[in-house]
């Protein structure tokens, strides 16, 4: 694990193997940690890095509101430090939503993006009523909150099956302080649609989504990407690819990344 300073807040990131660059983007009340066997792999053949956004894993609160941009901001400066041109973006969930602020801030510093189990639209008027309901809520009944909020990304039918993973993904997501769920929230609820980047053909951009997703509406999330270039895969399972299909999911992140 390895530290910077961005506007005076402590940032955690790794950086392994050698090659074209992989920036791993973890979700809400996720860390770096998601990606460990991500990295095993990926690292024979690619240098890649993950980072713990605002208020996340190891990283510290930079404020009250953590905005996509600032997020974005955070990966510039690890890029930067690193001495980085260009790299492909992998973002869950907030991190899609970081990884298109990153696009649309630094588009020259982009190779691919990948969005996994993400959208590129706004909040809508009800998400955002949602996401005040879900500050009230954590501020209330802080590990009733995030427990729940873990096992209601998978899809139904994996939540037995995948108990003991639930499990280990709960126990990280309660090392996220109060203030960065919050400041993520806010931050989430604010955010700029940014649909239009994925009309413009800057960049390849892949649209992982779970047809069962609990928290994104497949049928609203094919609709962004109609007369687009964007690949499209679809799961049968819910918003957590990266381990409800992890064996397929590992499969078509190396093959776009090629």
């Not at 074209?20 to 009340?29: E, M, N, R, S, W």
Request: proline letters at 2%.
């Amino acid at each position: 694990m390895k530290t910077l300073s961005y506007k005076n807040t402590k940032i955690s990131y790794t950086d392994s193997g050698d090659g074209t660059t992989i920036v791993l983007l973890h979700g809400f009340l996720e860390n770096k940690k998601m990606w460990k066997d991500y990295i095993a792999l990926f690292s024979e053949k690619y240098r890649v890095i993950t980072i713990d956004l605002l208020g996340h894993g190891e990283s510290d609160c930079l404020g009250y509101v953590h905005s996509m941009e600032d997020n974005a901001g955070v990966v510039k400066e690890v890029l930067e430090h690193l001495e980085i041109e260009k790299a492909i973006i992998v973002g869950h969930s907030m991190g899609g939503y970081v990884g298109l602020a990153f696009a649309e801030l630094f588009p020259a510093k982009i190779n691919k993006l990948v969005l996994l189990n993400s959208t590129s639209k706004a909040d809508s008027h009800e998400k955002k009523i949602n996401r005040n309901r879900a500050i009230k809520a954590v501020k209330q009944n802080y590990i009733n909150f995030v427990s729940l909020a873990i096992a209601n990304l998978f899809s139904e039918n994996n939540r037995t099956r995948l108990a003991d993973e639930i499990e280990k993904v709960k126990i990280q997501a309660l090392k996220t302080p109060l203030q960065g769920i919050v400041a993520s929230l806010e931050g989430m609820k604010i955010r700029k649609d940014r649909e239009a980047l994925l009309h413009e053909n800057l960049f390849p951009v892949l649209l992982i989504l779970g047809k069962k997703d609990p928290v994104l509406n497949y049928e609203e999330s094919i609709a962004q990407i109609k007369n687009t270039n964007v690949k499209l895969v679809s799961f049968e399972d819910g918003h957590m690819s990266q381990i409800e299909n992890k064996e397929e999911l590992e499969t078509i992140l190396l093959d776009f990344f090629e």
